[in-house]
């Protein structure tokens, strides 16, 4: 018990040296109380010392993931950025399914988090979101390639070709975002994508257009 009032002492130090040191030394031979990790992970600042709080909140039992959901409800931006951060580095169904619940959150901080999260995990649930941040300039390149890897499926593919395409011809999207969209469309394999790529080739905007023709060669090489 001295020894854990000790570690959560050191966890609420002013250096975030201390803390980090107090992280790294718990191991298992000092286990810190699920709730009091949790409350480090919301509330760090430094990214040092928060990236081994997850770490060892990763490590832990499955009270985290409820807990760390219940973050995603704080009225305040940066703690729900660090409870979605938190829920990404934890494993297992569990966090699977309260990342799925972050597709629908109002901030669109947590769900870009967990659509990237659920990209790399084969959750295609995520290709709307996904799409919106290709479109809105928001990790546009760490969505691509989120898409990229749920491609490696055929049926997700051609859905995720079809949703691209949808969002270039639609009349508000700007050329910005149609080039955007266009660069995405070049790690999705199959019929549909490459059939987009050939009506994007003769876009209003000549970078879009030439975009379009580059990858086109690309497909034609391989």
């Given at each position: 018990m001295l020894q854990v009032v000790a570690l959560l002492q050191a966890l609420g130090s002013k250096s975030a040296d201390a803390r980090q040191r107090a992280v790294l030394a718990s191991g298992d031979q000092v286990p810190v109380p699920v709730?009091?990790?949790v409350e480090a992970v919301l509330s760090e600042?430094?990214?040092?010392?928060?990236?081994?709080l997850r770490?060892?909140?990763?490590?832990s039992d499955d009270g985290a993931v409820a807990?760390?959901?219940?973050g995603l409800g704080s009225p305040t931006a940066a703690v729900r950025e660090r409870a979605v951060r938190?829920?990404?580095d934890m494993p297992g169904a569990d966090a699977t399914a309260r990342l799925r619940d972050g597709l629908a959150h109002p901030d669109a901080v947590v769900r870009g988090h967990a659509a990237l999260a659920l990209g790399t995990r084969g959750v295609a649930d995520a290709v709307p979101t996904l799409i919106d941040m290709i479109v809105e300039g928001r990790n546009d390149t760490d969505a691509a390639?989120?898409?990229?890897?749920?491609?490696?499926?055929?049926?997700?593919?051609d859905r995720i070709a079809a949703g691209?395409?949808?969002r270039a011809a639609d009349d508000t999207t700007r050329a910005p975002?149609?080039?955007?969209l266009t660069q995405a469309l070049a790690d999705i394999p199959g019929p549909t994508a490459s059939r987009a790529l050939v009506e994007l080739s003769h876009d209003e905007d000549r970078a879009v257009a030439l975009t379009a023709v580059y990858l086109l060669q690309l497909r034609d090489a391989r």
């Open positions: 709730e009091a990790l600042t430094e990214p040092n010392v928060a990236g081994a770490w060892a909140l990763a490590r807990l760390l959901a219940q938190a829920l990404v390639d989120a898409l990229g890897l749920l491609a490696s499926d055929a049926a997700t593919a691209l395409v949808d975002a149609r080039g955007r």
